[in-house]
């Protein structure tokens, strides 16, 4: 349905910022641009797809870094993820997943199906992003709302605008940074966000161990990956992810990347009993805004007044599909508003 569905005369279609173009943000964009919304994305990296990240070092050398997989439950998402499959954006990841307690692995007992983009976590948002407007290598510095607009402003001091509506789509610290003084920065700035410590490892051997994926308690680290055993993915080179528990990774935020790939590797090894291979590639990753241990399930936040929209993964129990449901929460905002001011 689109919003002047009903109207005999077209009606003039706001201006909206979208600030991030990771899932949330995109989602939101693509839903308000069916609808007409006439939508700029601003993204300070050089590609979109924000935490759910892909590290392609050469070809045969990938690294999902920040998501490892989705699940799905909402209906809309299961919508989206159909199309995906049937278009090869994503497809089920089967590998052999365990939890790990001291050196003991079990098989999984709960094992929902598992998805990953092809040929890495970044196809969904790069899909989305390809019908969208995003201006890459700009971030956004300031906002400034004016008498009826807003202004934004980049690193580079230079201005966009203007626009009707903003919609934020970071981690919440970041947004209650280039919020200060707006009525939804206290609700926004207390979220807390834990760091995750990523540490990527490319060996020209494979590791014999008879499972691809752990859950791992009372260790440092809280999860492995054997990356190279997703669909789509190069066999040749044997690609793992380590992720640090959100304790220890909060415990050793400011440790240099090489101590922390060190100390993290030398558990793995002890962990899975493993002579490690010899390395073809190894780096280290701190995600300073991982997830939030909080459950906000608020979806979006909206200042009418304003015309400020707040979403992300953090507000809608985080993870992927809590950014997909948030972005799509955001833009149904902005969509809502339109029907009833054209009433
Ligand atoms: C280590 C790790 C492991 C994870 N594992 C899983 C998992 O297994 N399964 C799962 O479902 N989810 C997982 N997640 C969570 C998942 O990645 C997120 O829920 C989801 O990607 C968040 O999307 P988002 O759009 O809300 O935010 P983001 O992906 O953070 O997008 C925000 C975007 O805004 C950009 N940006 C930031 N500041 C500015 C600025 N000032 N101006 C312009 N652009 C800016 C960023 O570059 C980014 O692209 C994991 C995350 C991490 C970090």
Not at 100 to 106: E, H, K, L, P, V
Not at 204 to 210: K, S, V, Y
């Amino acid at each position: 349905m689109s919003v002047n569905a009903d109207s005999t005369e077209p009606l003039w279609m706001p201006r909206v910022a979208v600030v991030g173009a990771g899932i949330s943000g995109l989602i939101c964009a693509r839903r308000l641009q069916e609808q007409g919304f006439q939508v700029t994305v601003f993204e300070k990296s050089r590609s979109s797809s924000g935490r759910a990240a892909t590290r392609r070092v050469d070809l045969s050398l990938s690294f999902d870094h920040g998501a490892q997989y989705f699940t799905v439950r909402d209906p809309l998402f299961s919508q989206f993820v159909e199309a995906w499959v049937e278009r090869g954006i994503v497809a089920v990841w089967t590998g052999r997943i365990v939890d790990i307690d001291g050196r003991t692995a079990r098989p999984k007992t709960d094992q929902p199906v598992r998805y990953v983009g092809v040929p890495g976590m970044t196809a969904m948002a790069r899909h989305l992003a390809a019908s969208a407007a995003v201006q890459f290598e700009t971030r956004i510095t300031r906002l400034d709302r004016g008498e009826n607009d807003w202004t934004l402003t980049d690193s580079a001091e230079r201005t966009h605008g203007p626009f009707d509506h903003v919609v934020m789509s970071l981690p919440a610290p970041q947004t209650a940074d280039l919020i200060p003084g707006h009525i939804l920065e206290d609700v926004v700035r207390a979220v807390p966000m834990t760091p995750c410590w990523a540490v990527l490892m490319g060996f020209e051997r494979r590791i014999e161990l008879a499972w691809d994926g752990a859950f791992v308690q009372n260790s440092p680290l809280a999860w492995l990956a054997r990356n190279s055993s997703k669909p789509g993915r190069d066999k040749s080179v044997d690609c793992w992810v380590l992720h640090a528990s959100p304790t220890w990774s909060a415990a050793h935020q400011e440790d240099e990347p090489q101590l922390v790939q060190e100390t993290l590797q030398a558990e793995f090894a002890q962990l899975t009993g493993s002579r490690l291979p010899p390395s073809i590639h190894f780096a280290a990753h701190r995600w300073l805004f991982s997830a939030t241990p909080l459950s906000l399930d608020q979806q979006a936040l909206f200042d009418p007044q304003s015309g400020l929209v707040v979403c992300g993964d953090w507000l809608a129990s985080g993870r992927v599909e809590g950014a997909f449901r948030s972005g799509v929460a955001a833009a149904d905002c902005l969509i809502g508003q339109i029907v009833r001011d054209s009433r």
